[in-house]
């Protein structure tokens, strides 16, 4: 019969305090809103939890003009260029929102904002976004194929949160919506009308 060897609890302890990772909150960055709602509200989650702030933003290379040779060899400085730019714009949008000294670690994810978003949370313990911008149904569909493709708990800060206004479009659009309600419930009653809100 042979028996293994164990450590003291206290060893065992403490090295899985050195390999414990910090609670993580990983927020998307907008490149077009700079996010302050969603970054101020993932600092104090994080700050809570003694954790880390991890703040992301997912950058493309533009595409190329269309040449009978192919791509030009410009292609890889174009590539490091906008890279550097996101970076610099990552950085300057995230001290606006939480100052010089904000100790979140930023990252730059190459795709797009769902890729972008899930790849940087894959081991995190939350992940915190702005409502996207657009038609209410295109920045609902997106948050809810977020929520159902994330490793962890997403948090979506609402536009009445973050202070976006729907733009002319999507006023149009709820309006359009609405209307379109009503005529749905008044169909086939003559005279009929729908109650007034409030």
Known sequence: MTSRATRPPSS?????Q???RPYTVVVGVSATSGSPAALAWARDQAETHGGELVAVRAWKVPS???TPSGISPGRVSV???VERE???SLEADVEATL???HGARLQLVRGGKRKALLEAAQDADLLVVDAPRGLPATG???AQRLVYAAACPVVVMPPRVTGDQPGMLSRAAGALGRGALRAAATAGRPGYRTPPPG
């Open 12 to 16: 065992r302890c403490e090295e899985a």
């Open 18 to 20: 050195m390999t414990e």
């Open 64 to 66: 190329p003009q269309a």
């Open 79 to 81: 590539a490091e260029d």
């Open 86 to 88: 996101a970076l610099r």
């Open 99 to 101: 100052g010089r000294d």
């Open 140 to 142: 609902t569909a997106f």
